[in-house]
């Protein structure tokens, strides 16, 4: 009862985050936004380390996430994902090494980025 009220009042905090992300601080709301994502989705991630912010530019993709480590308590399928100019390469605990082009998105922000994890994790 009290996880579930717990994970409500976070959620709504997340998604609220997100909504006024320009007002709260950037690490803060994408840190919120992020957990809520895993929330929702029904998959924690851990540990999740964001080393720097991400920045948009219309045609070229500046993430400087330079190593995100994932571990799925659920799935465990990823050992790394690593961003470089445009690019998402995620790695499978099997050594397969999927190349991901980002540069057709228009914007990208944490939520499309954990959707194409997922989304190649399973």
Request: glycine share 4%.
């Amino acid at each position: 009862m009290i996880s579930t009220l717990l994970s409500v009042i976070l959620i709504f905090y997340s998604l609220v985050s997100l909504f006024i992300y320009p007002i709260l601080s950037d690490t803060i709301s994408l840190l919120l936004g992020v957990l809520g994502v895993m929330i929702l989705s029904g998959i924690y991630l851990f540990p999740l380390f964001l080393s720097n912010y991400v920045w948009w530019n219309k045609n070229l993709i500046l993430i400087k996430l330079e190593v995100i480590e994932i571990s799925f308590l659920k799935y465990k399928k990823i050992k790394s994902v690593h961003m470089d100019l445009g690019k998402l390469a995620i790695i499978k605990k099997s050594g397969e090494k999927i190349e991901l082009d980002m540069s057709e998105y228009d914007e990208v922000d944490t939520g499309i980025l954990l959707t194409l994890i997922l989304q190649h994790s399973l």
